[in-house]
């Protein structure tokens, strides 16, 4: 499709379990984000891609959070041993560059509901 | 850091009313501004940014946005909404000249009744 693809979109974990959630962004885009929002809240920043390069995680809450984007396209949230507070929506994003330098518009996915019992 | 808030977590308002929702963020650098616009359970669609040149920013739907530095606010209105305007607001700045993250506020429900 031409959109953000992000599966599942919806994950119930036990306290524990290790997800993963995936990220398909649009074709081309250089940029890769991942943001946090929990129930009644806005998006809070995760992590940051450009291409294959991490080049900034400084919201990942914990070590618990990983995410990786190894050949420059698709990325991979990984949460491990899960606890309640992860429960949340996780919101992939993508844009053509940063955004920062040109104002390019970023571009979010439907998300990936996380319940964690 | 920088930081947005939206001060109305609710606005509600009959349709065809004008409505407006506030934004103020605060930056001491220069910053881009956006507004996106989230549906039940959908992502977050952009409405309108602000980027320079005229304060007046036009978006989708018959919003528009304006900026004003020395308030250092982003105000969404639109003269007459819809039912189907119905969603949850998030208004989001970044700095400039940097790769950047949005920061978002934390939104506004905007429900319209008829």
């Known amino acids: 499709g031409a959109g953000v693809s992000q599966s599942p979109r919806y994950k119930v974990a036990k306290r524990g379990q290790d997800v993963a959630l995936r990220c398909d962004p649009i074709?081309?885009?250089?940029?890769l984000f991942w943001y946090q929002q929990a129930l009644g809240q806005g998006p809070e920043f995760l992590t940051y891609?450009?291409?294959?390069?991490?080049?900034?995680k400084s919201g990942l809450p914990s070590d618990r959070f990983f995410a990786e984007r190894p050949e420059g396209s698709v990325s991979t949230l990984k949460i491990q041993r899960t606890q309640q507070e992860d429960s949340a929506v996780y919101l992939c994003?993508?844009?053509?560059?940063?955004?920062?330098?040109?104002?390019?518009?970023?571009?979010f996915g439907e998300g990936s509901w996380l319940t964690v019992v | 850091a920088q930081s947005v808030t939206q001060l109305d977590s609710q606005v509600p308002v009959f349709e065809e009313a004008p409505v407006e929702l506030r934004c103020n963020y605060s930056?001491?650098?220069?910053?881009?501004l956006f507004w996106y616009v989230q549906y039940p359970n959908q992502g977050l669609q952009l409405l309108l940014k602000y980027l320079s040149g005229s304060t007046l920013v036009k978006g989708i739907n018959g919003f528009e946005a304006e900026f004003n530095k020395s308030q250092t606010s982003f105000h969404l209105r639109k003269p007459s909404v819809h039912i189907s305007d119905t969603a949850e607001y998030f208004c989001?700045?970044?700095?400039?000249?940097?790769?950047?993250?949005?920061?978002f506020g934390t939104g506004t429900r905007l429900q319209v009744t008829l």
């Open positions: 930056s001491s650098v220069s910053v881009y």
């Open positions: 994003a993508s844009s053509s560059g940063p955004t920062g330098s040109s104002g390019n518009t970023i571009y």
């Open positions: 891609f450009q291409n294959e390069a991490q080049l900034d």
């Open positions: 989001a700045v970044t700095y400039t000249g940097t790769a950047s993250k949005l920061t």
């Open positions: 074709s081309g885009h250089v940029s």
